[in-house]
């Protein structure tokens, strides 16, 4: 009797998400959310509709650098244990970037369980940043290993959290970042008071939040002034800075009036 022959999945890169620049010197990988436990495939649809918006505002804001920015279309939907399908698919993905454009800095952004793999891929040698929003992390539990942050070492690192996040534990987020800011000083983490997972309340705010950051990751343009406190101040400060309302609508940025 003939034995099922299990599909050989791959895990791509979508078309360049907004206008391509004629030379590329960054790149934004955006990591979907997904799973705890799934074997299905995520379809093109599901996986680009979380990240869409926030992709395209970042490829406007910088094509004049060179921004490359594509979503991650990952094998599988879920996460599936020790397996870690979708921190393997990120870093996978950081790997084709190299390919395609060479020595250039990678910015692993990720909502919800693709966040929690942004953080587990950002130690790959060619991400500089990771951009962590509402992350799925799994709970504490004293028989399992934390969550690791070690990787994150020399990365500049930024989760941003809603206080209202009843899908994933914002406590969660706040206890990995003040663990990781032990071993890189890097880290800052936001708070979007009364909002929930989707973040949908303070949308602008959190998406000129995330353009501020990873410019500045990726190209070196200042930071504002609210990122550049958070990831000065110690902790607890800087791990539970507010995102303001109407971020983004007048910063200040470091040497500017």
């Not at 995520?42 to 926030?54: E, K, Y």
């Not at 979708?86 to 910015?107: F, I, K, N, P, S």
């Not at 989760?159 to 071993?183: M, Q």
Request: charged share 25%; hydrophobic share 45%; glycine share 10%.
């Amino acid at each position: 009797m003939a034995q099922d022959v299990t599909p050989v999945r791959t895990v791509r890169l979508g078309k360049a998400l907004g206008p391509a620049p004629t030379a590329v010197s960054g790149v934004v990988l955006l990591l979907p959310g997904g799973e705890e436990v799934s074997s299905r495939r995520p379809s093109a649809v599901w996986a680009a509709a979380s990240v869409r918006g926030l992709g395209r505002r970042l490829a406007r804001a910088g094509r004049e650098e060179g921004l490359a920015v594509h979503a991650v279309h990952y094998r599988y939907r879920g996460w599936n244990g020790s397996e870690a399908h979708l921190a393997a698919d990120a870093a996978w993905a950081a790997d084709e970037a190299v390919r395609r454009y060479g020595d250039v800095a990678v910015c692993l952004t990720g909502v919800d369980m693709g966040a929690r793999a942004a953080l587990r891929a950002g130690g790959h040698e060619a991400v500089n940043s990771v951009l962590a929003i509402a992350p799925w992390l799994p709970e504490e539990d004293m028989a399992a290993p934390p969550e690791p942050v070690k990787q994150l070492a020399g990365r500049r690192v930024l989760i941003v959290h809603g206080t209202n996040d009843e899908r994933c534990d914002p406590e969660l987020s706040f206890r990995l970042a003040a663990r990781a800011k032990k071993a890189n000083r890097d880290v800052c983490r936001f708070e979007v008071h009364s909002d929930g997972h989707g973040l949908h309340q303070y949308r602008g705010e959190v998406l000129a939040l995330a353009e501020d950051f990873v410019m500045g990751a990726l190209f070196g343009r200042a930071l504002s002034r609210p990122v550049e406190d958070a990831l000065a101040a110690p902790p607890p400060l800087g791990l539970r800075m507010p995102l303001a309302v109407g971020f983004g609508t007048s910063l200040r940025r470091p040497g500017r009036p």
